[in-house]
């Protein structure tokens, strides 16, 4: 596709429910990351996924979180017993090779509110 | 603890006024530097970045930013502001042993007064 992708743009559920988010990356870039944005915090690392190498999960806050990655291009972000504090936008975003020196591209979120 | 900081978490200008956005990082080696902004309804983009060599460095919509080494620092800058500019900025920083991974500072919401 053109940019990455994300969806839902909007999730709202109920606190103790499942969420599923999804990230469609640039067709051909092999490096995709999760990073989550909470209201007055900066971007926060959760996941990185880089071709066929076991993804670094070391940001992710608790086991309620995980996430893969089918065929090394959609992935998918699980957060199970949803909590307040999950509250975030939850941004994608996908490099040709995860290189130092190639640009992110980032998709525009998913905006995701616990009640 | 490694780290990157803006300290600034709010900054007002005035359209045509200059803008000055700090950033500072703690690593023992020199990471790679990026300056990504957050306009309202868009994505990230990347606005410059530094890995080595000439250490003022110049990028888009007329940005550029210096690394001083002595002060750990990357200050992003701009002579003149337009109202445009009004958005969310984030220094970023990769370092190798750190992992393969861009680590974001807080990031500094700009508002541009007309």
């Known amino acids: 596709g053109a940019g990455v992708s994300q969806s839902p743009s909007n999730k709202v559920t109920e606190k103790g429910k499942d969420v599923e988010l999804r990230c469609d990356p640039i067709s051909g870039h092999t490096a995709l990351y999760w990073y989550r944005q909470s209201l007055g915090q900066g971007l926060e690392f959760l996941i990185y996924?880089?071709?066929?190498?076991?993804?670094?999960k070391s940001g992710l806050p608790s086991d309620r979180f995980s996430a893969e990655r089918t065929g090394g291009s959609v992935s998918t972000l699980t957060i199970q017993r949803t909590q307040q504090e999950d509250s975030a936008v939850y941004l994608c975003a996908s490099s040709l090779s995860g290189s130092f020196n190639e640009k992110l591209f980032f998709g525009s979120g998913t905006q995701l509110s616990v009640l | 603890a490694q780290s990157v900081t803006q300290p600034d978490i709010h900054i007002t200008v005035s359209e045509g006024a200059s803008l000055e956005l700090r950033c500072n990082y703690s690593?023992?080696?020199?990471?790679?530097l990026f300056w990504y902004v957050q306009s309202p309804g868009q994505g990230l983009q990347l606005l410059l970045k530094y890995f080595s060599g000439d250490t003022l460095v110049q990028g888009i919509k007329g940005f550029e930013a210096e690394f001083k080494r002595s002060q750990s620092s990357f200050n992003l800058r701009k002579p003149s502001v337009h109202w445009s500019d009004a958005a969310e900025y984030f220094c970023?920083?990769?370092?190798?042993?750190?992992?393969?991974?861009?680590?974001f500072g807080g990031g500094t919401r700009v508002l541009v007064k007309p």
């Open positions: 996924f880089q071709g066929n190498s076991a993804p670094d």
């Open positions: 690593y023992g080696a020199t990471p790679y």
């Open positions: 970023a920083v990769w370092v190798w042993a750190a992992g393969n991974k861009l680590t």
